[in-house]
């Protein structure tokens, strides 16, 4: 018996590994904080940083720079990154200036809620996870940031690239394959929002839409649903919500099309907020809905 057990040690490890791998996290937010931000493209607050990258990423790695730190209005371990940072020094020196600072700078860009570095750990709005580094355990970030201390950076949403370099995007097929098998649960406790999934990625993703309507105005961008296409205008998805972020260059180029125009973007994706109310509205006559498939949209970051 002992030589046995010995013997199933091994798998045993390996089995909690696998479960742990696979294992489900679950974020809580305010409810009054789902509803302020669901409509809306970008978040703004004041961000006290306490880690940052000193130089931006390579090309291709995603040419970003990376800060974590938290703040008070999204109550999160996060993370703030601006694109194509090598060419935003002054906003890029803000934010290494900041991190030894007692201050918090201010800040506004996409807000973005996506299961990409969970690590395992459940998270609740107001409760700050610890930050050790520039990539602590987080599911929220502010990507890609448009202001910083008042300068305007939405020049900097532009594809990834450099004069020897451009970064391998993801590709339609293989991106919204990914986000389509992603299941999650919804739920509502008192005052909070629950979403449980697990860790995805697929970031930077290179692909063209079909506009299905006039995009809607928000308060600080465009929304429109989009048939998304891919390789020879196959379509991939029937309908997707995109999200438009004003002064970007690709929001100024779309609120001048209409039903049936084409673009190609670049888009990251986020939970659809807007999506889990709509699900919690109708679970009291369905309530099958809140256990589905995780709800998504896409951050337009540039276009081509």
Same mark, same amino acid.
């Given at each position: 018996m002992k030589n046995t057990r010995t013997k199933l040690l091994?798998?045993?490890?390996?089995?909690? &590994?696998?479960v742990r791998m696979n294992g489900q996290v679950t974020i809580s937010l305010r409810k009054s904080f789902v509803d302020s931000i669901n409509n809306r493209a970008t978040v703004?607050?004041?961000y006290k940083i306490l880690f940052a990258h000193d130089r931006p990423n390579r090309i291709a790695v995603d040419g970003d720079l990376h800060a974590s730190g938290y703040d008070n209005i999204v109550g999160l371990a996060s993370v703030i990154e601006i694109m194509n940072a090598a060419g935003q020094s002054t906003a890029c020196g803000h934010i290494q200036q900041a991190v030894n600072s007692t201050e918090t700078i201010s800040i506004?860009?996409?807000?973005?809620?996506? &299961?990409?570095?969970?690590q395992h750990v459940d998270?609740?709005?107001?409760?700050?996870?610890?930050?050790?580094?520039t990539n602590p355990a987080h599911v929220f970030e502010i990507h890609p940031i448009t202001n910083i201390q008042g300068i305007d950076i939405s020049s900097s949403l532009v594809p990834i690239k450099n004069d020897k370099t451009e970064y391998a995007y993801k590709t339609? /097929?293989?991106?919204?394959?990914?986000?389509?098998k992603k299941s999650c649960k919804i739920s509502a406790e008192g005052d909070m929002v629950l979403v449980q999934s697990s860790q995805i990625g697929d970031n930077y993703v290179k692909f063209k839409?079909?506009?299905l309507e006039t995009p809607l105005e928000a308060e600080d961008g465009f929304i429109v649903h989009c048939k998304v296409l891919g390789d020879n205008d196959t379509?991939? /998805?029937a309908s997707v919500r995109m999200i438009f972020i004003k002064n970007s260059a690709p929001a100024n180029s779309v609120k001048l099309l209409?039903?049936?125009?084409?673009?190609?973007?670049?888009?990251?994706?986020?939970?659809?907020?807007? /999506?889990v109310v709509n699900r919690l509205a109708l679970s009291a006559t369905n309530p099958d809905i809140l256990n589905a498939f995780l709800p998504y949209e896409m951050i337009i970051v540039a276009q081509f």
């Open positions: 091994p798998l045993l490890y390996c089995l909690l &590994f696998v703004s607050t004041n506004t860009g996409a807000w973005r809620l996506w &299961f990409e570095h969970p998270q609740t709005q107001g409760t700050i996870v610890p930050i050790e580094d339609a /097929e293989n991106a919204f394959s990914s986000y389509d839409i079909s506009l379509e991939v /998805e209409g039903a049936g125009d084409k673009m190609e973007v670049l888009g990251i994706p986020r939970v659809c907020l807007n /999506e």
